[in-house]
C-alpha cells in the first residue's frame, strides 16, 4: 500500500494501492493512519478513497484486531467523513483483499478480474459482508462451494458498480469517476443513510 500522490490535499481521489499479498503490521498502521486523516480533514478536497487491488493471486484469509479494526474503518468511513470508499479489483482477489473490498461502498473491476469466495480464503468478515449484501443463506453456499465469480457476474449479482478496461492502466476509472463525482452529493447521502441502516459487522469483531 502506498499513500496517496501526487498532491493529496488537493486531490479529488486519494489512491491507496495493494500490489501484493498479505497485511504486515507496518501497513495495516500505514493504511489506519491516511483513513484518520482523511476523518480529520487532512484531504479537504478528496471525494473518493480508492483502494486498488491489483495482486497477482487472491490473499490469504485475514483475522485479527488489527485487520479488523482496518476494515471497520473503511466500512465507516462515509459515516464519517464526505469520503466515498471505491474498492478497484485488476486480476484474482480472494481473502483479505476481497474482505476489505465488500466494506467499501461502491466496487469497480477489470472485465478479466475475479473473486474467489472459498472458505480457506474467507473469515466472518467476509461471510457478514458477503450475507449482507446477498442474504445469509446464499453467503454460506457461495462460500461453501469455494465459488469464484467473474467480472461480470459480479456485476449481474449488483456487488459490481461497473467493469472496465483497465489492462493498460486506470485511465478508464479515473473516467468512471469524474462521471460519477457529478452525482456525488447524492450518493454520498445514500451510502451513508445505507451505513447507519446497517449494524457494523466489524464492532463486534474487535
Not at 489506519?32 to 480533514?41: C, S
Not at 465507516?76 to 476489505?100: H, K, M, Y
Not at 485511465?171 to 445505507?194: G, K, V, Y
Amino acid at each position: 500500500m502506498a499513500n496517496a500522490s501526487p498532491s493529496p490535499e488537493e486531490a479529488e481521489v486519494l489512491v491507496l494501492s495493494k500490489p501484493h499479498r498479505g497485511y504486515p503490521a507496518r501497513e495495516l498502521t500505514r493504511f489506519a493512519e491516511t483513513l484518520e486523516a482523511a476523518v480529520d480533514g487532512r484531504f479537504p478536497k478528496a471525494r473518493y478513497l480508492v483502494l486498488d487491488f491489483h495482486t497477482a493471486a487472491p490473499d490469504i484469509g485475514c483475522a485479527g484486531p488489527a485487520f479488523n479494526q482496518l476494515a471497520g474503518q473503511i466500512e465507516t468511513l462515509v459515516s464519517r467523513s464526505p469520503l466515498i470508499a471505491v474498492a478497484c479489483v485488476r486480476g484474482r482477489i480472494g481473502g483479505g483483499d476481497l474482505e476489505l473490498a465488500l466494506a467499501c461502498n461502491m466496487l469497480v473491476a477489470d472485465v478479466g478480474a475475479e473473486f474467489n469466495f472459498s472458505v480457506e480464503q474467507g473469515s466472518l468478515g467476509l461471510y457478514g459482508s458477503l450475507a449482507t449484501k446477498l442474504g445469509y443463506v446464499y453467503a454460506e453456499r457461495i462460500m461453501e462451494q469455494g465459488v469464484t465469480l467473474t467480472a461480470e457476474q459480479m456485476k449481474d449479482k449488483l456487488l459490481v458498480r461497473e467493469t472496465l478496461e483497465l489492462s493498460g492502466g486506470l485511465d478508464p476509472l479515473w473516467r468512471f469517476l469524474e462521471r460519477t463525482s457529478r452525482r456525488h452529493n447524492a450518493s454520498w447521502a445514500i451510502f451513508r443513510a445505507q451505513r447507519m441502516a446497517t449494524p457494523s459487522i466489524y464492532a463486534s469483531l474487535q
